[in-house]
Nanobody, 124 residues
Framework: QVQLVESGGGLAQAGGSLRLSCVLS????????MGWFRQAPGKEREFVAA????????YYTNSVKGRFTISRDNAKNTLYLQMNSLQPVDTAVYYC?????????????????WGQGTQVTVSS
């Protein structure tokens, strides 16, 4: 059974940083793109960032470019999201997901396994 477990969420002040981690177990990590999504209260889940299987290609939604960095350690089956210069609008539950193939995608339908989410709250 595939399991994705996020960690690293919590409370941060505006301008602060958090680092999210996501560990995949039960299925292959290598060969598949990975992504981060988030869902704020009352809003739909939105794409945040994605990385291809080799880590050479990344893609970000415009609102986090220059502040967030997605990375992966294939030897550890772990995905990361370094979040700097956090803003209150970044407050959401953050989810990691495994892609259906090796390239980056922004749409939910291209991801087949999802974590349970980790809460990120940014205070002003």
């Amino acid at each position: 059974q595939v399991q994705l477990v996020e960690s690293g969420g919590g409370l941060a002040q505006a301008g602060g940083s958090l680092r999210l981690s996501c560990v995949l177990s039960g299925r292959s990590f290598n060969g598949y793109a990975m992504g981060w999504f988030r869902q704020a209260p009352g809003k739909e889940r939105e794409f945040v960032a994605a990385i291809n299987w080799g880590g050479s290609n990344t893609y970000y939604t415009n609102s986090v470019k220059g502040r967030f960095t997605i990375s992966r350690d294939n030897a550890k089956n772990t995905l990361y999201l370094q979040m700097n210069s956090l803003q209150p609008v970044d407050t959401a539950v953050y989810y990691c997901a495994r892609g259906r193939d090796s390239v980056t995608h922004t749409e939910h339908r291209w991801y087949d396994y999802w974590g349970q989410g980790t809460q990120v709250t940014v205070s002003s």
